[in-house]
DNA sequence: CTTTGGATCGTCT
DNA sequence: GACGATCCAAAGG
């Protein structure tokens, strides 16, 4: 399975978190990212395998958690091809369930949209190109997102906006 | 509402 | 030793 190919079909799917005092957390998938491994210079594996991103080399859904700026983590789903290596970036949700619990987790977040409205953000509440080396305001290709949701991040203006197949 | 700068550390060269 | 698939508070319009 081709990342681009996986990418919308997580629109709308559900991310479930069960924590350890009992409390269901869920939010629905409104913005991901395919990063295409060896041909794409903003993934994490296309310079090959290393110790971190070793997941995305690894079976078709998996989880890959990386940690980055010191203090976030993000979460993608590993789209599989072991070559490959192919992954598809879970960037925004929208609050479905459990949501005193993730506002306990992000006393930051003044609305309930502020909750999930990024990469670091889903992660926190939920848990359980980009980087790109060459020129300057280079924009990534393969961003989807339901369009008119409010919890969708915000990106910078001119970001190319694919619409939900 | 927009802009700006600081926080903070694992991973790779 | 440098940098990053980011977030947030503060300050200015």
Known sequence: MDARELAPQLLNKLVVHDDPSGHRLAARIVEVEAYAGSEDAGSHSYRG????NATMFGP????????????HWC????????????AVLLRAGAPVAGIETMRSR?????????LCSGPARLAQAVSTRVGLG?????????????????NVSRGPVGVVQRMRP
Request: aromatic share 12%; glycine share 12%.
């Open 60 to 71: 078709a859904g998996h989880l890959y958690v990386y940690f980055t700026y010191g203090m």
């Open 106 to 114: 992000r006393p930051a977040a003044r609305r309930n949209r502020d």
């Open 75 to 86: 979460m993608n789903v590993v789209a599989g091809g072991e070559l490959a290596a192919t």
């Open 49 to 52: 395998p290393t110790r971190r």
């Open 134 to 150: 060459a020129g300057k305001g280079d924009l990534h290709p393969w961003r989807y997102y339901v369009p008119g949701d409010p």
